[in-house]
């Protein structure tokens, strides 16, 4: 029964989520200070006096010229209205609790940059069904696209959209690679377009160490022999193997063995919360002898789905799960549920959704290539194959806690004047976070 009340719970949360895009007008965004003064790489930047007290471009540079690094961002001084609006939608592979946030993220940004919202299509995992949703969406004359695809079909997401020149897009859960290898070839291949995220292989080691922290905290008299590790695990993605590497590289050096280290796959049962369950389930209920368990659940719906397999065994009070994620651990924390999934390492829907959106927007003015945009955030040896310089826009994360997540939460809300979330404003300041990671990585630059 408990399992059942779970899986409703989090659907109708998530669907009920999906209704919170906001219309109004977002707080002005500071310009990160790793953007550099002038904007290096614009085929044409230009020169251009602001008109009627507005700015000639987005987030411009002081002497009016386009600043690369900030012109995706939204700016409340730049009349996105006197250009023309374009149809704007998000595809993605999956509509569980994190994409349905992301779309409301979208939903939310889209009328703001003067595009009108033409809605959120899930897959379900069918990557045939993707690329007819994905066409059909071109036939329809949408012109902005936000892609989330398997991605092991990127290459024929990108055949696709070649032969649409008048449109543009970007990707958000996952890099977009070509899926080659070789010598020095990064893992899925070369960069084939811009991304806003994360590193996979950083991401899996943060999760891994806070795993670790609780065990430290919670359970410092047993020995790592008698614990379990799960990684929860989509082998076809290799972006998402980074963390399942993190954390068998982790684990290996803390406990000195593998021999309690199991993955859990979840390519052949799904990626939404009953493949996860369906994934793990096997793996906890085969190695029952162990009492204490850790899980890095990889995403929301696989970390649900393992605290959710772990409390109908009884081990929630010595378990515990953590992923790279946090909107179904928001959603359940809301409704009261308290498990085994206790910690996400997370960034808000809408501060990762609005330089993606912005991106699109700006391909699509002229303003900038995904060539060109953010100059200086292009990793020095995984910029694209044949020289293209395709550059990785990094995002600050945030551990979602139990006695702090609602501050984080009602401060990107006031940050984007968004309505997301319904939680106490009294006490937080703008200055609480930040919306940008302020120093480019060191493996970014050349050695």
């Not at 989090?10 to 904007?39: E, M, N, R």
């Not at 194959?385 to 006031?414: A, F, N």
């Amino acid at each position: 029964m408990k399992k059942v009340l779970a899986i409703i719970l989090t659907l109708v949360l998530a669907f009920a989520l999906f209704a919170c895009g906001d219309t109004s007008a977002p707080a002005t965004s500071a310009a990160p200070s790793a953007a550099p003064s002038a904007a290096p790489g614009s085929s044409d930047p230009g020169t251009a006096a602001p008109v009627e007290g507005k700015s000639a471009y987005p987030n411009a540079n002081p002497d009016g010229t386009i600043n690369l690094d900030t012109i995706a961002h939204y700016d409340q001084n730049y009349d996105y209205t006197q250009n023309e609006k374009i149809k704007c939608t998000y595809i993605s592979q999956d509509g569980g609790p994190l994409y349905q946030q992301s779309a409301a993220a979208y939903e939310h940004w889209a009328p703001l940059f003067n595009m009108e919202w033409a809605g959120f299509i899930s897959s379900n995992g069918d990557a045939d069904l993707y690329m007819t949703s994905l066409q059909n969406q071109l036939d329809q004359g949408v012109r902005a696209f936000i892609l989330d695809p398997d991605s092991t079909i990127f290459p024929a997401v990108v055949d696709l959209m070649n032969d649409y020149p008048d449109t543009a897009w970007m990707s958000q859960m996952s890099a977009p690679r070509d899926g080659t290898s070789g010598e020095g070839v990064p893992p899925g291949g070369n960069m084939v377009h811009p991304y806003v995220g994360f590193d996979n292989y950083d991401a899996g080691v943060q999760v891994t160490n806070k795993l670790l922290q609780w065990k430290e905290e919670n359970l410092k008299d047993v020995p790592w022999t008698d614990i379990a590790f799960i990684a929860m695990a989509f082998t076809t993605a290799p972006p998402l193997n980074e963390r399942v590497q993190a954390s068998k590289d982790i684990w290996q050096n803390t406990a000195g063995t593998l021999d309690n280290f199991f993955v859990a796959d979840c390519v052949s049962t799904g990626i939404n919360l009953q493949g996860g369950i369906d994934a793990v389930t096997p793996v906890i209920t085969t190695n029952s002898d162990y009492k204490y368990w850790l899980v890095q659940g990889l995403i929301d719906d696989f970390a649900i789905a393992a605290a959710t397999v772990l409390d109908q065994q009884g081990k929630t009070d010595t378990s515990c799960v953590a992923c790279f994620g946090g909107s179904g651990l928001q959603m359940q924390w809301d409704a009261g549920t308290q498990n085994a999934f206790r910690y996400a390492l997370f960034t808000a829907q809408n501060l990762y959704a609005e330089p993606i959106i912005g991106a699109v927007y700006a391909y699509l003015q002229g303003w900038a290539t995904p060539e060109t945009i953010w100059p200086s955030w292009i990793k020095w040896n995984d910029k694209g194959g044949d020289d293209h310089t395709y550059p990785q826009l990094r995002l600050p994360t945030v551990w979602l806690e139990p006695e702090t997540y609602k501050h984080y939460l009602e401060w990107t809300d006031m940050y984007a004047n968004a309505e997301a979330y319904d939680y106490p404003k009294e006490g937080i300041s703008m200055d609480d976070f930040s919306p940008f990671v302020n120093e480019v990585p060191a493996d970014f630059k050349q050695p």
